[in-house]
């Protein structure tokens, strides 16, 4: 299982080197003083649509991609006995 972030991060600027993925200044294409970029925002934040979509193209994907257990949205679903606030969950497929 995939999960992709609502933000967009490269990987190389020294805020992502930092660890501080949301405040990246390279992934939002207006330049780095309109903010961060993020999927389904306004204009100022790129130009990137929402992901509930049966497919979509993931920018900087080999940065900000996060790989997790399927086990582990299932526990969450048998624990609490129900997944609220989950967006769809959908199959992923990366190029080599």
């Known amino acids: 299982?995939?999960?992709i972030p609502s933000t967009i991060a490269c990987g190389y600027c020294s805020y992502c080197c930092s660890g501080y993925h949301s405040q990246c200044d390279n992934s939002n294409p207006n330049g780095s003083s309109a903010g961060t970029a993020f999927f389904g925002g306004p204009a100022e934040t790129g130009f990137f649509n929402g992901?509930?979509?049966e497919y979509a193209r993931i920018p900087f994907a080999n940065a900000c991609l996060l790989l997790m257990r399927i086990?582990?949205?299932f526990d969450c679903v048998?624990?609490?006995g129900r997944a609220h606030g989950c967006?769809?969950?959908r199959t992923c497929i990366l190029p080599n």
């Open 78 to 80: 048998r624990d609490t």
């Open 1 to 3: 299982m995939v999960v």
């Open 51 to 53: 992901l509930q979509a």
């Open 87 to 89: 967006a769809p969950l």
């Open 71 to 73: 086990i582990a949205i």
